[in-house]
């Protein structure tokens, strides 16, 4: 099955930098590539997300770069505040009618 | 308003004991799926399901049994909980499929002792 992996796990920054999270996968025909963010206690929820006919996807301080030859895709957030800390999850659909996650970065902003 | 509810958001059973937990949405949404979430191992998906009567297997299928007998309802049944089973328990679901956004339910805490 498809196989995401998702660096890094943990990312502290200060307040105004910019985060850089990073997932590989496996499965070449894979064409969705969204990301998720989980708040302490809640659920999880989407915030950006790439279709493989496009290269790069921007909502004003995030983005989501992909590259289908070397099958990696990043999520980019600049500007960073304190209330973008939380756990975020990348996710690859297959063929199978499956979305499959990565193993989750978890982001500290410190103020 | 929209949204995805599961009952009950927290459970504390034995080892054995046979569990249900239900999962309903109100947005006529096809594609529903269970995951499971542990500590770095991100969110993994149990079962899924297209459509009514429709389910397949996820990643991590051994242990439940999920039925789709409405389009709204999508429970997940442990037959014989075990302690592996302790877990974040999330529902889903989609307008189509997983290559639409998914609306995740609030959770259930379940401990098996």
């Known amino acids: 099955g498809e196989n995401v992996e998702q660096h890094p796990s943990t990312l502290s920054v200060q307040e105004g930098d910019s985060a850089v999270i990073k997932c590989t996968y496996s499965d070449s025909a894979s064409n969705y590539f969204p990301w998720y963010k989980q708040e302490l206690g809640k659920r999880p929820q989407l915030i950006i997300d790439i279709r493989s006919n496009v290269g790069e996807k921007k909502d004003q301080r995030i983005a989501v770069t992909l590259n289908k030859t070397a099958k990696h895709f990043s999520l980019h957030i600049t500007e960073t505040q304190p209330e973008d800390s939380a756990v975020y999850f990348c996710?690859?659909?297959?063929?199978?009618?499956?979305?499959?996650f990565g193993g989750g970065t978890r982001l500290m902003v410190k103020p | 308003e929209a949204q995805v509810t599961q009952n009950p958001r927290y459970l504390i059973t034995v080892t054995g004991k046979k569990l249900t937990v239900t999962c309903s949405q109100n947005?006529?949404?096809?594609?529903m799926s269970w995951y499971r979430q542990d500590p770095g191992l991100g969110l993994r998906q149990i079962y899924y399901?297209?459509?009514?009567?429709?389910?397949d297997k996820g990643d991590v299928p051994e242990g439940y049994k999920v039925s789709r007998k409405e389009k709204r309802n999508f429970p997940l049944i442990l037959e014989s909980p075990s302690p592996n089973q302790t877990s974040l328990y999330f529902c889903a679901s989609t307008d189509r499929g997983p290559t639409d956004t998914q609306y995740f339910g609030p959770g259930t805490r379940l401990t098996v002792l």
């Open positions: 399901s297209m459509n009514v009567e429709v389910t």
């Open positions: 996710a690859v659909n297959n063929a199978g009618n499956m979305l499959t």
């Open positions: 947005m006529n949404h096809e594609y």
